[in-house]
């Protein structure tokens, strides 16, 4: 008996080949709602946890940004700093809104990553999309950061405020509805342009030397033969690198996050006018201050995200995916 079709053609008579040979030999792969629903799943966790984790280390760099002439001594100078000053406890503050807020916007980030990357194979055709995946992989993560922004964007004016000003409110709901109450809904998005500032860049850095290091590794390595263990490996190494790259790329935008969500803003003064006024202030060295805390930061958590997003799609079966590295 001849295989099924697919349910819907790609527009490549190569791409539609291999999916009718994929369903044949497998019958059961997910597709559709039940595949990217796990996708954003598997990101969601991995970006909760990776986040809550390194709250500590956000807490210091955060502090490092806002107030270099008292943190002064560096990421682990910090640690004994804020604990000797606050208390051990401090170190956690804002870990209820970094986790909430990280689940969401992963959700977002990953599922729509991989959303978009096939509805621009869809688009383009398989032998197009490539052929320039560089620019799919770049416009893929660039659409889902954005609407992942949105959903993340409260919750990290909340974990900011939280940080910056420890006595503000106890916790993620105190946090979140005394600025509800008394600043109004505008006050969560005052720093949105900055967050996409910082992080649009920060995910097309993310994913793209992610693919580009993966697809090196792959090269030389069967993926089909490779372990379970090799490919976490393969995908912390990998993560690893883009965490750097991403960091490097986004820092300027954090750190005047960091300083627009630490205060409001005067009577009249519009986000444009606060952010051309942050960044004059910092200059470029400015800009750059807690940099090191943040690479340890940022390599760290991506190369576990990447990790744990792998194992969790396996674990989810997860794995259907179109590949367009060649």
């Known amino acids: 008996m001849a295989a099924a079709a697919p349910p819907s053609s790609t527009g490549s008579p190569k791409l539609d080949a291999i999916k009718a040979q994929v369903t044949a030999a497998d019958p059961t792969k997910l597709s559709g709602l039940q595949l990217y629903s796990r996708f954003a799943f598997a990101g969601a966790v991995c970006c ?114 939280l940080v910056s000003e420890p006595t503000f409110a106890n916790g993620l709901v105190g946090g979140f509805g005394k600025i509800l109450k008394t600043e109004g809904v505008g006050a969560f998005y005052s720093g949105f342009g900055p967050i996409l500032f910082k992080q649009v860049p920060y995910t097309m850095a993310k994913f793209v030397v992610y693919e580009k290091v993966s697809e090196l590794v792959y090269r030389s390595v069967d993926k089909s033969q490779t372990s379970s263990g090799m490919q976490t490996t393969i995908n912390l190494g990998a993560g690893l690198i883009a965490g750097f790259a991403a960091a490097i790329v986004s820092q300027p935008a954090d750190t005047m996050l960091s300083k627009i969500n630490k205060t409001k803003g005067l009577p009249g003064e519009g986000t444009t006018s606060r952010l051309i006024k942050i960044a004059k202030e910092l200059g470029l060295r400015g800009s750059y201050t807690g940099i090191g805390a943040r690479l340890f930061m940022v390599g760290g958590l991506t190369a576990g995200q990447f990790a744990i997003y792998g194992d969790i799609k396996k674990a989810l079966g997860a794995t259907g995916g179109v590949e367009i590295a060649k």
């Open 48 to 161: 909760s946890v990776t986040h809550g984790a390194f709250t500590p280390v956000d807490v210091v760099k955060t502090r490092i940004q806002l107030d270099p002439l008292t943190y002064n001594r560096g990421l682990f100078g910090g640690f004994s700093q804020v604990a000797a000053k606050e208390g051990a406890g401090a170190l956690l503050t804002g870990f209820g809104p970094t986790a909430a807020g990280y689940f969401l916007q992963g959700a977002f980030k990953f599922g729509g990553y991989e959303f978009f990357k096939a509805q621009s194979i869809g688009l383009l055709g398989y032998e197009t999309a490539s052929q320039n995946r560089t620019a799919v992989y770049l416009a893929s993560s660039a659409l889902a950061e954005f609407f992942a922004d949105i959903a993340l964007c409260p919750l990290e004016a909340t974990r900011i405020r």
